[in-house]
């Protein structure tokens, strides 16, 4: 089975150390974020959701195919990665990534996007959002495993056509279809997003 | 490296990693209580940020105006020194002022400080007033003994637990997951706030009550569980002093032996006659009624639950602007509940006029219902080993320091504007943001404008540092040795120093050793931080050494309960439900219902009520000014409004409004939705005050409302409206 996230938008409550530990940990410029927590609109009552999201290491990414350099690969565990040496900030992988899941670095000019911490997993060690995350709410591994992270988690895949690996634990407060707009690039009909772009 | 995020907060020990001199990434310590947050991890960002002030700064303008000079140490000690002689020569020592704050709880810092103004003639004038938690300090402290007896593990256990108007998402984000796990239990969270925030979006039940009105539903739900008979009649006469008798004037309990202030007076059942609370094979009852008494005394428990009646359905209704109903489907729940919790959290509730009553009747609900001192049961407000056992003083304090009179925090303008107490000559601000936290911003700038000396020790230049005479540049953590024994965790940490601070910034330690060197006071700040971090840990029996190599220790002990068993460390070793200290500062013993006057329901001039929330961005304004936490949650400051309210006014999402009244201005922008209350706007505690920032600290408007019970700083109960535009 390949790779992917599972998450849990039931228990999240928004404090994003993920999003910031991941940065970080990547020694990222500040607000340049691979993993980044959306706050959608509630789909009943005035609340919102929280999804923690980053590269979702989809089984036909758009990122590899629209790439003019050649930059990302898909490893055999499914893992989508990309050789930063050869990004030349096109964006393009932003615009076809249905989640704009790579994010571009304005002062260096150049795109990052989340490998799942490869480099940490071939230490033997958890990527650093799973174990940042104060209430245990991320899980990442071979999807037959993180499929059973969660009660009830479903998965998104075949809301977009790209094959995203991502299970998400969520209640009548998030629709899956919600992820087909999540950056709200089209019209949203349940919840509205306080955007990214 | 490690090093102990002190703000206050949960203090987290930290580990910092360093690549070629330079702090990179942060992680959790391996001994800590919960996860961290991201404030934590962005001390990267703060400790390396290139507006971290570096050398001493003289003002060359008036204050406010920003207009400094960089000046050498030596320079900038001689003003000190100066300054220090001649206020002591002109007025006296009590005539210089120093204010310590929440921004670092490790232990050398403030502490060098208060050391340092002992030896200072017979001491100076200390910034009095808890303005974090003052309600709780005027409301548990004298009914239970003591506060910050910390309930964080007992989370778990619970069934049914109140967040009352707080947010512990946010407060207590790194414990939130034990709340999650009450409810994959079955059990229930209870959430009180105008505001449906984070920790109301996980709750079963949301109470939307007005601002000011906790007191009113407070009372009203302990009028529910008196009326129908859901109170632990056993607890309330083993462990509290609801059955002793009031005495005649009704501002004392009545006492069997006029030289012992606990005899207390029960009604015996089996003799008939009143004896002493604690003598041996007695039956007391709560109520006088139907003994020959009854025209004569009231017991406590009487007098609670006459206050409690006052409150009836509709008063409720009208008070808290939500349904009698759901206020008793709560009071019943939490009542019958097997282990249920409050979680005041040092909650902005008590930030209102009478938010000591209001803390003091949810103390109140759980004596009622014996939930004290169990296991899953309790009342939250915070703590730490320090609350359990006293951490060392690290400083020799001067011990002929004489009292002196009282400069109030939340009254501060008004007081220096007066000479009240004394005429200030020099004031020093210390690990503090002062002119952006304290309330009545305008007030506190004209208080800070008077003082001909004000000097201020930060990392940054803040608010308060622009309306100072001389800012000194203060090292960070990583960048000094410290240790955190504090009322915030049960963890003991160190702080190693491992980077150099930029350019010449000094901790506060090395500042003050410094100037005692040049006041004269001997060996007092001579030796090493290590020689003082060995004294705040004797009475814990670690040694330096021991902390040096286990960076961080775990003081819980897992049997330990906070007032285990109902026992409580007060005079008469029960719980005081009549605290006589409110009658000292004029206030009945036992709590009433009284609606605060700036409470929306006194609306005239400025029709919204306004309440501070805290962030995940910052702790007060610590953090502020990181550019990756502004990224993330915002840049500038919102006020969130009601969609119909917005509406009256022509604001739209997004657009930048100013909140004002008679005390100021904060310019924010505008989130229109109906999270919030109608009649009831959402501000942001912990901007900075314009500096570095589009937009200014909420404290512009909010109420320092002087004296109150407690003193009390009332920034929740304010009154503004809201126009478009700057």
């Known amino acids: ?197 | 490296m490690y090093g102990c995020c002190s703000p206050e907060c949960q203090h987290h020990s930290l580990k910092g990693y360093v690549r070629d001199g330079k702090l990179v990434k942060i992680e959790a310590g391996e001994v800590n209580e919960c996860g961290i947050c991201p404030r934590g991890i962005a001390r990267v960002e703060m400790v390396n940020s290139d507006a971290r002030l570096t050398m001493p700064l003289k003002a060359t303008g008036p204050k406010g105006s920003g207009q400094f000079e960089e000046i050498s140490w030596d320079e900038a000690f001689d003003l000190m020194e100066q300054h220090i002689n001649d206020a002591v020569e002109s007025d006296g020592s009590q005539s210089i002022a120093y204010t310590v704050g929440s921004g670092n709880f490790s232990n050398l810092s403030t502490n060098a400080w208060r050391a340092f103004f002992s030896w200072i003639g017979d001491g100076c004038t200390m910034l009095s007033d808890n303005t974090c938690c003052a309600g709780i300090d005027a409301g548990m402290t004298p009914m239970l003994g003591k506060r910050a007896q910390a309930t964080r593990d007992q989370f778990v256990h619970s069934n049914y637990v109140i967040f009352w108007g707080n947010n512990p998402a946010i407060t207590l984000g790194g414990y939130f997951e034990r709340f999650e796990e009450v409810v994959a239990n079955g059990g229930t969270l209870c959430t009180i706030d105008p505001y449906y925030s984070e920790s109301a979006e996980k709750s079963q039940e949301w109470l939307q009550i007005y601002p000011s009105s906790d007191l009113a539903l407070g009372l009203h739900m302990l009028n529910t569980i008196i009326t129908e008979d859901l109170y632990d009649q056993d607890y309330l006469i083993a462990h509290t002093t609801a059955p002793c008798i009031i005495d005649q004037t009704g501002n004392n309990l009545l006492l069997g032996d006029s030289n012992n202030s606990t005899s207390y007076q029960v009604y015996d059942r089996r003799t008939g006659q009143l004896v002493a609370h604690d003598a041996q094979d007695i039956d007391p009852t709560l109520s006088l009624k139907g003994t020959q008494y009854e025209n004569q005394y009231q017991t406590v428990f009487d007098a609670i639950a006459e206050r409690a009646a006052e409150v009836d359905d509709a008063t409720l209704e009208t008070e808290c602007g939500i349904s009698a109903e759901d206020a008793k489907r709560v009071a019943r729940d939490y009542a019958h509940a097997e282990h249920a919790m409050i979680i005041q959290n040092m909650g902005g509730y008590q930030r209102t006029e009478f938010g000591a009553w209001a803390t003091a009747v949810g103390i109140y609900l759980a004596l009622f219902t014996g939930n004290i001192g169990h296991v899953g049961d309790g009342v939250y407000d915070a703590g730490g080993i320090n609350n359990i056992q006293t951490a060392g003083s690290p400083f020799q304090t001067n011990p002929n320091v004489t009292q002196k009179g009282s400069l109030h925090r939340v009254h501060f303008g008004e007081q220096i504007e007066s000479d009240d107490p004394y005429k200030i000559n020099m004031m020093l601000i210390a690990c503090q943001n002062f002119a952006a936290q304290m309330p009545n911003t305008n007030m506190v700038k004209r208080g800070l404008e008077k003082i001909p000396f004000v000097v201020t020790v930060d990392m940054f230049m803040t608010a308060t540092a622009q309306y100072s005479d001389l800012v000194l540049p203060v090292a960070a953590v990583f960048e000094k040795e410290d240790v955190t024994a504090s009322s915030r965790s049960n963890i003991i940490s160190l702080s190693e120093a491992g980077l150099e601070p930029p350019g010449q910034a000094k901790s506060d330690f090395e500042i003050v050793k410094e100037l005692s060197k040049r006041m004269g006071f001997g060996d007092i700040f001579s030796d090493t931080p290590a020689h003082y971090i060995e004294n705040v840990l004797r009475p814990y029996n670690i040694s330096y050494d021991r902390l040096k190599g286990e960076k961080a220790i775990d003081m819980r002990d897992p049997n330990w309960l906070a007032f285990k068993g109902g026992n409580f460390p007060t005079a008469s070793g029960k719980a005081e439900l009549f605290v006589t200290r409110w009658e000292n500062q004029g206030f009945p013993p036992i709590p009433e219902y009284r609606r605060a006057e700036e409470s929306i329901l006194n609306a005239d001039k400025y029709p919204l009520a306004a309440v501070q929330r805290k962030t995940y961005r910052t702790i007060h304004t610590t953090f502020s000014q990181l550019e990756t936490l502004q990224k993330m949650f915002e840049d500038r400051p919102p006020a969130i409004i009601n969609t119909e309210d917005a509406q009256d006014r022509g604001i739209a999402n997004g657009d930048i409004v100013t909140v004002f009244n008679d005390r100021g201005e904060h310019v924010c922008r505008a989130k229109v939705n109906d999270r919030v209350k109608k009649g009831v706007i959402v501000l942001e505690n912990g901007w900075q005050d314009g500096v570095g920032i589009d937009g200014t600290s909420s404290s512009n408007v909010t109420n320092n409302a002087f004296p109150t019970l407690g003193t009390i700083h009332t920034c929740n109960s304010t009154l503004v409206d809201v126009r478009k535009g700057e």
């Open chain 1, 1 to 197: 089975m390949p790779v992917g996230f599972a998450i849990n938008t039931v228990n999240c409550f928004g404090c994003k150390t993920c999003q910031l530990a991941c940065e970080n940990t990547h020694l990222q410029n500040p607000g340049v974020f691979m993993r980044r927590v959306r706050e959608v609109n509630a789909t009943e009552g005035p609340g919102t959701v929280f999804v923690s999201m980053a590269c979702n290491h989809c089984d036909d990414p758009q990122c590899l195919k629209v790439c003019p350099v050649g930059a990302y690969t898909k490893l055999t565990d499914g893992t989508v990665v990309q050789d930063h040496e050869k990004c030349i900030g096109c964006k393009s992988c932003i615009m076809a990534c249905p989640f704009h899941a790579p994010t571009f670095d304005e002062s260096e000019g150049a795109t990052y996007k989340c490998d799942g911490c490869l480099d940490r997993r071939s230490a033997g060690l958890l990527p650093q959002c799973v174990i940042s995350c104060p209430g245990a709410n991320i899980q990442f591994g071979n999807l037959d495993e993180v499929a059973q992270a969660y009660d009830g988690a479903e998965s998104i895949h075949d809301t977009v056509a790209t094959g995203p690996n991502l299970y998400v634990k969520h209640n009548e407060n998030l629709d899956l279809d919600d992820f087909k707009h999540i950056d709200g690039r089209e019209t949203v009909d349940v919840g509205s997003v306080d955007g990214w772009l």
